[in-house]
């Protein structure tokens, strides 16, 4: 054979080894594909499968966040609600009150609707989302038939014999929770959804700087997309702006614009949460919550009750806890002693402040479980 046939042999040869190689490549990438596709989709089955014992005794099912909706109270109803529509349940979402400036601008930006006020949930099937504790629900929820529980908080007061859907996670929002289950069950976000779930996460994380997993930040990017939000930055600003915006409002209604109650030991107390953008207006709203805490105070049944005016902005976390009557002062000095400072009306804590979720209800609670009321 001539050399140059040789060669040519040699090169076809080469070749052929090459698309051949290529081809078994290819066709192993397919075979390694189809069972992972396969595990996939068996895994929302049995994530599907896991609820389809959810006891409903009433149709439909009220999906309901806590009194003083915030932002992810009422997102994440909304949310869950159709997820639950999706998977075959009869679900509606509702709420305690009417929605605060912040979730009003979320919802319009999401192109929807508040949820109908449920005035009585005695009788009715109701999926909690956000909260789990009979003080904070709407009316009538002890005579009610609880399906299930989402929440990002501690366990609360409610209680039920029955089996129920039960999913509660340490981060920052409830709505990243619901993210989550539409993952878990192979669920497909529309974009007004992800623009309710994406606010909602923005909200309750302060911008991805409070309470906050790897998890809500994930959250954010995937929901940012679907939701086609390019500026997050700029969408939180505008929100937020919002939920800065106490215009036309009395002080007793921005009191319990975020309030929520909690029980432990036989002590009831209640905390107002409330925003504002820098000391100055720190301490003028501190001045009109210590007027306006008496009034609020007697028109609850609570044994304490305190504002909480807090700053989250520039990278600060300062709080300003107000108490409403000496008895809720006592308890919180006992409670929270390492405070830095007190200007006659309220207890200051700047280097991280004293946040509701993170210190100061589980602060509370520690405190009251150790030296139970008499």
Not at 21 to 38: N, Q, R, S, V
Not at 40 to 61: D, F, G, Q, T, W
């Amino acid at each position: 054979m001539r050399k140059g046939n040789k060669t040519i042999v040699v090169t076809l040869l080469v070749i052929a080894a090459c698309l051949i190689a290529a081809g078994g490549f290819f066709i192993g990438k397919t075979a390694g594909e189809k069972p992972l596709l396969e595990s996939r989709e068996r895994l929302y089955a049995l994530n599907r499968a896991s609820i389809e014992k959810m006891s409903i005794e009433e149709s439909p099912v009220y999906v309901i966040g806590h009194r003083s909706p915030d932002s992810d109270t009422v997102c994440s109803a909304i949310a869950y609600a159709r997820l639950l529509n999706l998977l075959g349940y009869p679900a509606e979402a509702a709420v305690n009150g009417p929605v605060n400036k912040e979730t009003a601008f979320i919802l319009s930006e999401a192109g929807v609707e508040a949820p109908p006020v449920l005035e009585d949930a005695a009788g009715k099937s109701i999926f909690l989302v956000d909260h789990s504790e009979y003080a904070q629900s709407t009316e009538g929820l002890e005579d009610a038939h609880i399906v299930g529980i989402l929440d990002h908080h501690g366990v609360g007061t409610v209680k039920t014999g029955y089996q129920l859907v039960y999913e509660a996670r340490p981060i920052g929002a409830t709505a990243t929770i619901v993210w989550l289950d539409y993952l878990n069950y192979g669920l497909d976000i529309d974009k007004a959804t992800a623009t309710l779930l994406l606010g909602a996460v923005l909200s309750d994380t302060v911008n991805l700087t409070g309470t906050v997993t790897e998890t809500d930040r994930q959250a954010v990017a995937e929901l940012a997309d679907l939701a086609g939000i390019t500026d997050v930055g700029a969408f939180y600003r505008a929100l937020h702006a919002e939920a800065l915006s106490y215009e036309g409002m009395s002080d007793e209604e921005i009191l319990f614009s975020d309030y929520k109650e909690y029980e432990t030991s036989g002590v009831k107390y209640g905390i107002g949460l409330l925003s504002v953008i820098d000391e100055d207006a720190a301490r003028t709203m501190a001045a009109r919550m210590k007027g306006a805490l008496p009034q609020g105070f007697a028109a609850k049944r609570v044994d304490l009750m305190y504002a909480s005016v807090g700053i989250r902005e520039n990278g600060q976390k300062i709080d300003y806890i107000i108490p409403a009557n000496e008895e809720s002062r006592a308890y919180f000095e006992a409670a929270f002693p390492n405070y830095d400072e007190y200007d006659g009306t309220s207890y200051i804590f700047r280097n991280g402040g004293l946040g509701r979720k993170s210190k100061f209800v589980p602060g509370m609670t520690d405190f009251l479980s150790a030296h139970p009321h008499e």
